[in-house]
């Protein structure tokens, strides 16, 4: 850290830095359908497949509102647009909290677009404001924020998990406590956000391997044209395919090694954790390495983890399960701060906000090609050619990583 940075600076963006990842911790919630959609299955008979298709609408919603959170912010500033995220975030909680039953459109409209949209929303300002105060530690600052984002359906799932199972609560107030407390946490971020001014002296960049300190920033509209970003694009498909891939079927894989239904939580649980920690690590990794060696790492790490996972789907051995799941979670917890990395090194840091909502997009056709890997499981009726998929994805991803070369 520069010892000259002012206090107050140093101040501010710690400040900043701690509200953000608890106003993504709890939007992170979003990543829980697993555990929210049980009553509601329940309650109103609705089918797996429709509870799918509402959580392929909050995704897709959530890279939308990516976008159009960054074109908001680029017009009115990062508080107006947090906070018409947040009023969409609450709005969505609490009309989901209400639902009568009579159609699983409400659920789509409610749930699906109105709170994927907001966090959306928020999540991309949040962000761009808080590494906009790191330009010297972007990475690791950006691994804690998106920590706690992926932390949420470990802590607050669990505990969502233990409260709608409870008769005294129930569901209905589970999504009603989600409106408030999310709603409160974005609200607060909404409120005290605002990117660096010329007075507060945030220190300069660190000069790393694979970066060229004040590379010319590009506009999104040319980021847009250049070949450079759509091999980008389809690298991290592919990563994410197979990280999202692993993480769906993560809880019956390892009842199908062998492990009892308790243990099977926990290694999902540990899988979880993992990939809180892989942000932190991308992040270190990014800032004293630079952008090709975390390219690197989260390519090879994810072939590695599917050829573990793999091995344990042959051989019957929970335990190379869980470090094949501990490998899974550090790799697809690197995407993210590869995808900052790589947008922040190519094309500058002046349209970043608007440059990281449409790498953000990445999500959507990833979470596609990860259904893919879900009906090949199916169709074979066993893990070793899906496994075998996910692998040939991170191979792919490498070469096309390692094709991809500075403008």
């Known amino acids: 850290m520069n010892n000259n940075t002012p206090v107050r600076t140093l101040k501010l963006?710690?400040?900043?830095?701690?509200?953000?990842?608890i106003g993504l911790l709890f939007s992170g919630i979003i990543y829980a359908w697993s555990i929210l959609k049980v009553p509601l299955v329940k309650e109103f008979g609705w089918t797996n497949d429709q509870m799918a298709t509402s959580y392929t609408i909050t995704i897709s919603m959530f890279c939308i509102g990516c976008v159009v959170g960054g074109l908001v912010m680029k017009k009115v500033g990062p508080r107006v647009t947090i906070i018409?995220?947040?009023?969409?975030?609450?709005?969505?909680?609490?009309?989901?909290?209400?639902?009568?039953?009579?159609?699983?459109?409400?659920l789509y409209l409610s749930y699906g677009l109105m709170a994927g949209l907001g966090i959306g929303m928020a999540y991309n300002t949040i962000l761009a404001v808080v590494g906009s105060w790191f330009p010297d530690k972007k990475g690791i600052a950006t691994g804690i924020l998106m920590m706690g984002f992926g932390a949420s359906?470990?802590?607050?799932?669990?505990?969502?998990?233990?409260?709608?199972?409870s008769p005294s609560f129930g569901w209905r107030r589970v999504f009603l406590l989600l409106a408030v407390c999310t709603g409160a946490a974005l609200l607060i971020n909404g409120i005290l956000m605002r990117l660096p001014s010329v007075e507060d002296e945030v220190p300069l960049p660190?000069?790393?391997?694979?970066?060229?300190?004040?590379?010319?920033?590009?506009?999104?509209s040319d980021?847009?044209?250049?070949?450079?970003?759509?091999?980008?694009?389809?690298?991290?498909?592919?990563?994410?395919?197979?990280?999202s891939s692993v993480i769906s079927f993560a809880k019956d894989f390892s009842l199908f090694v062998g492990t009892s239904a308790a243990l099977a939580g926990?290694?999902?649980?540990?899988?979880?954790?993992?990939?809180?920690f892989g942000r932190i690590l991308a992040g270190f990794i990014y800032d004293h390495f630079g952008r090709k060696a975390i390219m690197t790492f989260v390519s090879l790490i994810e072939i590695i983890s599917c050829l573990i996972c793999l091995a344990a789907a042959v051989l019957h051995m929970p335990v190379v399960c869980l470090v094949g799941f501990i490998a899974v979670g550090l790799s697809y917890g690197g995407n993210a701060i590869a995808i900052s990395g790589f947008l922040t090194d190519f094309y500058g840091s002046r349209y970043y906000p608007q440059n990281l909502s449409f790498g953000m997009l990445t999500l959507m056709p990833s979470a596609f090609l990860a259904k893919l890997s879900t009906t090949i499981l199916t169709v074979t009726g066993g893990y070793i050619v899906p496994f075998m998929v996910l692998a040939a994805y991170g191979a792919i991803a490498g070469v096309l990583n390692s094709l991809n070369k500075r403008p």
Do not use: E, P, Q
């Open 153 to 165: 359906t470990l802590i607050f799932g669990n505990i969502a998990s233990v409260l709608i199972n």
């Open 266 to 276: 926990l290694f999902v649980g540990i899988l979880s954790i993992a990939n809180g």
């Open 223 to 243: 980021m847009l044209r250049r070949k450079s970003f759509w091999i980008f694009f389809a690298a991290m498909i592919f990563l994410g395919a197979a990280g």
């Open 13 to 21: 963006r710690t400040v900043y830095l701690i509200i953000g990842t």
């Open 84 to 106: 018409a995220g947040t009023v969409l975030v609450t709005a969505g909680f609490y009309l989901t909290s209400v639902l009568n039953g009579s159609s699983v459109v409400h």
């Open 206 to 220: 660190a000069a790393k391997s694979g970066a060229k300190v004040g590379a010319a920033d590009v506009m999104t």
